[in-house]
């Protein structure tokens, strides 16, 4: 059994006990205000990085379901029909049928 996400409120603490507010770690990597709460709901690799490293963590750690054990972001059903190298046949698309 996979370890849970970790819950947004949590993760939300952890960023404010390093001293910063959720906004200035937005701010301070060129993103809007609200880019950090908007990845606490869906998946966003860029911002759940800047997260994680804030944190001391890797983003598969905080967000196991987002990622492979590689650390290579899940990607959803929308992505996979944008990318024209995503394949169905790679081996990570197997892991979300299996889960």
């Known amino acids: ?3 849970p996400d970790w819950h947004p409120e949590d993760i939300k603490a952890a960023i ?3 001293r910063i507010t959720l906004r200035q770690l937005a701010l301070d990597h060129g993103l809007n205000g609200t880019a950090i709460n908007t990845a606490l709901r869906q998946p966003w690799p860029r ?3 800047i997260v994680a490293k ?4 890797r983003p598969q750690d905080i967000w196991p379901s987002r990622y ?6 899940v990607r959803g059903f929308w992505s996979q029909h944008q990318d024209p ?3 169905p046949d790679s081996p990570h698309s197997q892991k979300r049928e299996a889960a």
């Open 16 to 18: 404010r006990k390093t």
């Open 54 to 57: 804030r944190l001391g963590r």
């Open 85 to 87: 190298s995503a394949s």
């Open 68 to 73: 492979y054990d590689d650390g290579t972001p």
């Open 47 to 49: 911002v759940e990085a």
């Open 1 to 3: 059994m996979s370890t």
